[in-house]
């Protein structure tokens, strides 16, 4: 890993989005879809695995 904290910058905008978007569904702006569901819930996991990676990469860099 060349840059660990773009991938956690990465991990931390797929949290976001995994959030913001179930927010969206409820006040009506997203339609409330098995597929809007499925993308927030895989960003969400997606996010946290790499920010995850990108934390771990960062504490193991050379100093």
Not at 4 to 13: M, N, W
Not at 42 to 56: E, N, P, Q, R, Y
């Amino acid at each position: 890993m060349e840059n660990p904290v773009r991938l956690i910058i990465i991990g931390l905008v797929l949290v976001l989005c995994g959030a913001i978007l179930p927010f969206m569904m409820v006040i009506g702006v997203l339609p409330k879809t098995f597929v809007a569901s499925a993308l927030a819930y895989t960003c969400s996991i997606a996010g946290a695995a790499t920010g995850l990676v990108g934390m771990v990469a960062y504490r193991r860099r050379p100093k």
